[in-house]
């Protein structure tokens, strides 16, 4: 799984140091602890000879630090892990962040459905418990085997080579067990807890649908067929756990047996000697710990895995743009010739062989069915799609060209502008940086929510979100649209912005919009005919095709299909 | 530590007194485990023959493998109580969660009786099992031990009794100062992983801002700056499992230094002190393996509360004596007098409404947004229910409390602004009121709400999978879908409508509009709108502002003498006005 794997091997280079303290730490845990009953028993076992007390101190002090050493180590080996991983963690998620980005323009229709954003996020803190349960206690369980190892082979390498077998036991064959039975069973279970997920929310979100079905039965048995069969399947891997757990503490519990055995007869020779017996069969108790904690980690591997595939098969989207120019100082027209496109030689035509001229300060709305090129033709006019044929250029230069320096001149409003979690006032000011609080001000007052907001109990400074208080679908268009005049770009593109508000909130909006937008050359989307008379253009896309288009009176009094609609839309039909 | 409430569930009490007895058994287990170990290290120190050691391993290994079985079959048995308890939890919270209707996913939040649902149900289970295993290990084990201590040392005896209280204590000392800062640091974890998440889907405005490639730094910049406030919770955090580590070790390191002492004065034997030693670590081990979990056992039992508090909401009872409507005709009326609503912490619902609808009328609701539109409606469809004992409804004549009426909701059709879409396949979508229709009703409601030219290009039509997970679909093809969901079922005879055009552009809304008006026939249409056309086709309007019901009449009368209802089309028609 590590083959060709580009999230977990470079970061095991980062921070040496912290690693590399966090793993001794973790072994000088467990040597403390060993070695406090190590040197209790030996201590016991000696002044029952009953020495003079000089002979004693050597041990009595050992076992006090020791004593203090355990829990020292522990706490510093919990930071120190805790510490590496969280560095690490902050690399990972630039990198998530930065291997996303290159595909910015479509990462929501791209990763759209389950929430896969947050799923990616989830993953890596899977890798922060990859490292945290699983490589680390292994790495420590493998540094005490060879300690323990080469400790006893001071003494009688036949015995220590016995030893070395029951503990590979522990860190090799358990958990080489475990990943046996328990691989497919923890796949599953990770596929039946997001059925369960979507069951649970299909349960809540369709509750109106079912209350009126009076199924009661019904819906308990589908909204719970899938939870029991994720605990009847959790059931069974706890079973095998215990069943692990046991026959892992057999083995472990040989070891300390076995140590009696040897030590008995290996030290029986003086009294001296036979005063360590008590040391040597009391050492391993404490370990245990470090023993199963590996199969308990390694037990997750599979879903560290399934984090890791996920992440290595997200790749950075490189596209070919041509080389780049400055931004002009203006723009006298837009042109759209002959474009096409389509997202593959088979599937249809989004866009076919449009012609088109908006000229600086113009405003053109665009009409259509949804799902026929509308939203399209902006992306492209954007730059953000490249044309199969033909070009959008601004006074001859292909807007491919201006990739770089876009947002001076393109501004784009679309149907659910995103608001961040952060003040109003970064919100706004996400348009232009460099923009002054009187600047905000302006703006703010210019999309006419200065009021509403100087009532807020932070004023500009109110985060977005703030419990108790949300803004409405029209104040949130607002206050993007405070964003984008603060960008300041001469040509704006609107996509859909009034989709789903009332009428009363619509044509409120699209007043201020006209109003602050004025001189500013606008291609508008909309999915209704309220505020187009205010265009000097309006053009109907069908099928990629252009079916409709000129002045907004010209069509009122030549295209039966626009007074129709007209009609339509002014409760006249 | 003990939620009562535990105790009140069905066959705990057996239960706990069966795994009580059996932590009894393994406290002596575990004493003959420590007992042959020291007997045979004493045996060798002495240097007797090695023939005889083997009875004391041997005594060891049954000890050592009979506790390792009590602690299986003690899992065993606690689990199989646990997940037939969580299993008994979910099922009622779910039928609670049908019985109280939509309303609990408002007052409760989606996302909370999802999690609910999904992850408090096993984390309610863990809390069981750790309740009857660990704290009843706590309960037990360590004082079984230290009365064999004692008996063999006093002063090793009293040294550890001593100990327990001071380890409690500096647990909840440092408990509550770790809990406070966890919690912070939880709030704090919550909002990172939020402020994360939002860049990710951010992405795309930051990358209209020209500002997405910089914005990188601020990803890692956040983060470092969330690991250094973590960092410094976590060191006061892990002091309270430090504090007892730091006792438990040193207790036993204290112990035998001061047993070292006494032996070099010959006061004590071998024996005792070796027992006392090997002892005094599974002594501290319940105390320990409680605090390691001790995390697992606060959320478990907020988990559990959680649960408790969901069950233990009132339900809506249908009134008695309602007699089954066999169908919505001509005849049938439903009435309101003095209708109130109010959201609980909020100023908004509906006040004081009064109205009157017959038979097949197409009555529509107008205001502005927020003004209780939708909630008069879900006060009718009975999703939402009036508070107080009143019976502000009535239909045909009898009064009821609230329209939570079976007699009623199954004549009931209701399409919201945006109708919930299933993960199933379209059949399954539109088969949701009746699960029996044949293929042939499907095919031929399909075709009425205008779907059968989509169905075509869709390579497995009918059986394509929509909703979470599935093939996404548009506004419009979702309203077409629960259009056919609800021709299908053609016994609903009232249609409840909460703005279901909003979201379609004008010429998909006016081919929707001409495949409904005819099916409106011998219906009760009730239709919250803000497109002014649909007015045409209505024969009674309901004029709403700030939760009141300032006009209502048949539009030519509203539009002849009423002042609220002019104002408000005006607004509505915006510039159009202006072009008439």
Redesign the interface.
């Known amino acids: 799984m590590f083959k060709n794997d580009t999230w977990v091997r470079p970061d095991l280079r980062r921070y040496k140091n912290l690693l590399f303290w966090s793993l001794a730490l973790g072994v000088l845990t467990y040597i403390a ?1 060993g070695a ?2 190590f ?3 030996y ?6 000879t ?2 003079l ?1 000089a002979a ?1 101190y050597v ?2 002090v050992l ?2 630090a ?3 050493g ?3 180590f ?2 510093l080996e ?2 120190t892990s ?2 590496w991983v ?2 690490v ?3 990972m ?2 990198k ?3 291997v ?2 290159t595909d ?2 479509f ?2 229709e791209h990763h ?3 929430d896969i ?2 799923l ?2 989830d993953d890596i803190g899977h890798i922060q418990n990859m490292y945290l349960r699983a490589i680390f206690p292994t790495v420590v369980a493998g540094g005490l085997t060879v300690l323990i190892t080469l400790g006893l082979g001071l003494f009688d390498w036949r015995f220590a080579l016995w030893v070395l077998l029951l503990l590979l036991i522990q860190i090799v064959l358990i958990p080489w067990w475990g990943l046996l039975i328990e691989t497919k069973r923890k796949l599953r279970q990770k596929e039946l ?1 997001q059925k ?19 199924r ?1 039965g019904q ?2 048995d589908e ?2 067929a899938t ?2 069969k994720l ?1 009847a399947s ?2 069974q891997s ?2 095998f756990q ?2 692990r ?2 026959v892992a ?2 083995f472990f ?1 040989a070891i ?2 076995c140590l ?2 040897w ?3 290996y ?2 020779g003086t ?1 001296l000697t ?2 360590w ?2 040391a040597f ?2 050492v391993m ?2 370990l245990s710990m470090a023993f199963s904690n590996v199969a308990q980690g390694i037990g997750e591997w599979p879903t560290y895995k399934t984090a890791l595939t996920h992440l290595n098969e997200l790749k950075p989207t490189t596209r070919t743009l041509p080389a780049q120019l400055a931004a002009p100082g203006a723009v006298k027209a837009l042109t759209v010739s002959d474009l096409a496109f389509q997202y593959d030689a088979g599937s249809e035509a989004l866009i076919d062989h449009l012609n088109l001229t908006v000229a600086a300060g113009q405003k053109l709305a665009i ?5 026929m090129g509308k939203t399209t033709l902006l992306q492209l006019v954007l730059g953000d799609l490249t044309p199969t044929k033909g070009s959008v250029t601004l006074d001859g230069v292909n807007v491919l060209q201006y990739q770089d320096q ?2 001076k001149l393109f ?2 409003l679309d149907q659910s ?2 608001l ?2 952060t003040s109003i006032l970064n919100n706004v000011r ?2 232009n ?1 460099t923009a002054s609080d009187a600047d905000v001000q302006r703006v703010l007052e210019d999309v006419q929510l200065a009021e509403l907001i100087a009532g807020l109990p932070k004023g500009v400074n109110t985060p977005v979100e703030e419990a108790g208080f949300g803004f ?1 679908g029209g104040e949130r268009q607002r206050l993007a649209l405070a ?1 984008i005049l603060l ?1 300041d770009a001469p040509i704006v593109l609107l996509d859909e912005p009034t ?2 508000l ?6 409120a909006l ?1 007043d201020t919009m006209f109003r602050v937008l004025a001189g500013k050359t606008v291609l508008w989307v909309t ?5 187009v ?2 265009c000097d253009q309006v053009i109907f896309l069908e099928a990629g095709k252009l079916t409709m288009a000129g002045k907004p009176a010209d069509l009122m009094e030549q295209n039966e299909r626009y007074r129709r ?1 007209y009609a ?6 | 530590m003990i939620d009562k409430r535990l105790l009140r569930l069905p066959g705990m009490r057996t239960i706990m007194t069966m795994l009580a007895g059996l932590a009894l058994v393994q406290a002596f287990v575990i004493l003959g485990q420590g007992h042959f170990l020291a007997a045979g290290i004493v045996h060798a120190w002495q240097r007797k023959p090695l023939t005889g050691i083997w009875v004391f391993v041997l005594g060891f290994a049954v000890a050592y493998t009979l506790r390792q079985a009590i602690t299986w079959l003690r899992n065993v048995i606690a689990e199989r109580f646990a997940r037939k308890t969580a299993g008994a939890l979910q099922r009622q919270l779910l039928a609670k969660m049908y019985a109280l209707g939509p309303a609990v996913a408002a007052t409760e939040g989606t996302g909370n009786l999802v999690t609910m649902a999904l992850d408090g149900i096993p984390e309610t289970q863990n809390y069981i099992e750790l309740i009857l295993n660990k704290i009843l290990n706590m309960m037990i084990i360590p004082w079984v031990l230290l009365v064999y201590i004692f008996m063999q040392q006093h002063l090793a005896g009293i040294a550890l009794l001593i100990m327990f209280p001071v380890i409690i204590l500096f647990m909840i000392i440092l408990g509550y100062a770790a809990r406070d800062e966890s919690e912070k640091q939880y709030a704090g974890f919550q909002s990172m992983s939020n402020q994360f998440i939002d860049s990710l889907r951010g992405l795309k405005t930051l990358q209209l801002m020209g500002i997405s490639k910089q914005y990188a730094a601020n990803v890692y910049q956040v983060s470092e700056r969330y690991r250094k406030q973590t960092m410094s919770v976590l060191k006061i955090a892990m002091l309270s499992s430090f504090a007892m580590d730091f006792f438990a070790t040193l207790s036993i390191a204290v112990v035998a230094v001061f047993m070292g002492i006494d032996l070099l004065n010959g006061r004590l034997s071998l024996y005792p002190a070796m027992v006392a030693l090997i002892l005094a670590p599974e002594y501290f081990m319940p105390i320990r393996e409680f605090g390691n979990d001790y995390h697992a056992t606060l959320n478990g039992k907020n988990a559990m509360s959680a649960v408790l508090a969901v069950l233990a909401q009132p339900v809506p009872t249908p009134t008695e004596g309602l007699p089954e409507l066999t169908g919505w005709d001509h005849g049938a009326t439903l009435s309101a007098t003095h209708l109130n609503f109010t959201y609980p912490g909020r100023q908004t619902g509906v006040t004081d409404a009064n109205f009157t609808l017959h038979g097949g009328q197409k009555v529509a609701i107008i205001g502005p947004s927020g003004s209780g539109k939708s909630t008069l409606l879900n006060l009718i469809g009975g999703f939402l229910q009036p508070a107080g004992a009143t019976t502000p409804f009535r239909a045909n004549g009898h009064p009821l409390a609230h329209m939570a009426q079976p007699a009623w909701q199954d004549h009931l059709s209701y399409i919201p602004q945006a109708p919930y879409i299933f993960a199933t396949s379209i059949a399954d979508n539109v088969r949701f009121y009746r699960p029996d229709a044949s293929d042939d009703d499907v095919a031929a409601a399909v075709d009425q709400a205008g779907l059968t030219d989509w169905l075509k290009t869709l390579p497995e039509g009918l059986a394509t999978r929509i909703g979470e997970g599935g093939r996404g679909i548009s506004g419009g093809q979702a309203q077409r879908i629960a259009m056919a969901r609800t021709l299908l079922d053609t016994k609903r005879q009232v249609w409840l409508f909460d703005e279901p055009t909003a979201h379609l552009d004008i010429e998909t809304e006016a081919a929707l509009k001409a495949t409904l008006v005819p099916l409106f026939k011998d219906r009760l249409v009730i239709f919250a709108t803000h497109r002014l056309h649909w007015l045409n086709q209505m024969d009674w309007v309901i004029v709403m502002a700030a939760g009141r019901v300032v006009a209502q009449g048949t539009p030519a009368d509203l539009q002849a003498h009423s002042q609220p209802y002019q104002e408000l089309v005006a607004e509505m028609r915006g510039e159009f006005n202006v072009q008439k």
């Open positions: 602890a406090l009953m040197t209790s028993g201590l016991i076992d000696f002044a029952a009953m020495p007390f004693i041990p009595v076992t006090r020791f004593g203090i355990r829990p020292v522990q706490y919990r930071l805790h510490n969280l560095k963690t902050s690399h998620r630039r998530l962040y930065q996303l980005e910015a323009a990462v929501q759209q459905t389950g954003l947050s990616l996020s807890n369960a997920y979507v069951d649970l929310t299909d349960a809540v979100l369709g509750l109106s649908d079912w209350a009126i079905t009076h009661q819906f308990v909204a719970s939870t029991t605990a959790t059931h706890k079973m215990w069943a757990d046991f503490a057999l519990g300390p047996a009696m055995v030590a008995s007869w030290f029986a009294q036979a005063d017996i008590g069969v009391l108790f404490p009409l259509g069915p949804s799902g876009r947002t501004a784009v502008p995103f961040f979690n996400l348009g940086e409405s964003r960008q989709v789903g009332d009428s009363i909130t619509e044509q699209l999915h209704h005919l309220q505020g008379s205010q609609l339509l839309d002014a409760g006249q039909a």
